[in-house]
C-alpha cells in the first residue's frame, strides 16, 4: 500500500462486507507499522488487517471529459 492512496476493500466489519473505497492514513505516524484505513464518509478509521485490499483506485486522467461543443 502507499500512504495517502486509494484502494477498493472489502471489510466483514465494516459496511456489512460491501465493496468500499478507503484511503491510506498516516495520521497516527509515517512508519507503515501505524498506518490505518480512513473510512471514507466518516470520521473513523479501521486497522488495514480488517480488510480485504482488491485493488488501487484509478482516478480519472487529468481533463478526460470533454466539453460537449467539441
Known amino acids: 500500500m502507499i500512504p495517502e492512496a486509494y484502494y477498493w476493500a472489502r471489510s466483514a466489519k465494516h459496511f456489512d ?9 498516516t495520521v497516527f505516524g509515517e512508519d507503515p507499522n501505524y498506518w490505518t484505513l480512513a473510512l471514507l464518509g466518516t470520521d473513523q478509521h479501521a486497522m488495514p488487517c480488517d480488510f480485504e485490499i482488491i485493488g488501487p ?13 467539441e
Open 57 to 69: 483506485l484509478a482516478l480519472p486522467e487529468e481533463n478526460s471529459l470533454r466539453q460537449a461543443a
Open 17 to 25: 462486507g460491501k465493496l468500499t473505497v478507503v484511503k491510506v492514513s
